[in-house]
């Protein structure tokens, strides 16, 4: 039962533009989403986050928006850099849970090339 | 505090031995959280801890796996009898008690049963 998913495995981009990251989850109590990136041999890097009061939150070249009637969000990065590349993985928590504990999806490869 | 510190590394061990790993927790986290992450998947979660108390476990937590957090500071995390389907990066975390607040993790440590 995979509550959040990230159908896209892999996505490369021009340096310079845009990269769209996907996410979607199932799960209707799920109300803070967060985006980390992975490099190889690494622990995730927390990037940004979203209430599901928001639809928007921006940090930077890092936007993400919030659809919850569509139960989907994403991640824009622009401009994209080669530095980007790496493994970017949606998360989601439920508020209420008392845990904060995190679901998290498959993850995308993002590679940007120079 | 220069963030969540994991030891060790990278375990190598032979099926049937127990290991046993450490997190130091950023210190000021109240919340500190296990998870495991194998090839090709999202970081699962295993446990988590609220101070010292254990307050949550995952299924994915077989009664091999025992987790503790003396003096709600440093955690470790012991796999008994380790099987090769142990093997994976196991991942901590930590963040502060309210909700909808970002977990920072460690760096891992990759173990692999042999």
């Known amino acids: 039962d995979q509550q959040v998913k990230q159908n896209s495995p892999s996505l490369s981009v021009q340096e310079g533009r845009i990269s769209i990251l996907n996410c979607d989850y199932t799960?209707?109590?799920?109300?803070?989403f967060l985006w980390y990136k992975k490099y190889p041999a690494e622990g995730p890097t927390f990037l940004i986050s979203?209430?599901?009061?928001?639809d928007k939150n921006e940090d930077g070249r890092f936007t993400v928006f919030l659809n919850k009637s569509a139960k989907h969000l994403s991640l824009h990065i622009v401009p994209s850099q080669p530095g980007d590349s790496a493994v970017y993985f949606c998360?989601?928590?439920?508020?209420?849970?008392?845990?904060?504990?995190?679901?998290f999806g498959t993850g995308t490869l993002l590679a940007v090339q120079p | 505090d220069t963030g969540v510190s994991q030891d060790p590394r990278h375990k190598i061990t032979k099926r049937g031995q127990n290991v046993t790993f450490r997190c130091d927790p950023i210190?000021?986290?109240?919340?500190l959280y296990w998870y495991r992450q194998t090839l090709g998947q999202g970081p699962e979660f295993l446990t988590y801890?609220?101070?010292?108390?254990?307050?949550?476990k995952s299924r994915l937590l077989s009664d091999r796996f025992s987790a503790e957090r003396p003096k709600g500071s440093f955690s470790t995390l012991e796999i008994q009898r380790t099987e090769q389907g142990d093997s994976a990066m196991y991942l901590c975390?930590?963040?502060?008690?309210?909700?909808?607040?970002?977990?920072?993790f460690g760096q891992g440590t990759r173990l692999t049963v042999v």
């Open positions: 975390a930590s963040s502060y008690m309210q909700s909808n607040t970002e977990a920072f």
């Open positions: 979203i209430s599901s009061i928001k």
């Open positions: 801890f609220q101070n010292e108390a254990q307050l949550e």
């Open positions: 998360a989601a928590s439920a508020y209420g849970g008392a845990t904060n504990k995190l679901i």
């Open positions: 210190s000021e986290h109240n919340r």
């Open positions: 799960n209707s109590m799920f109300d803070y």
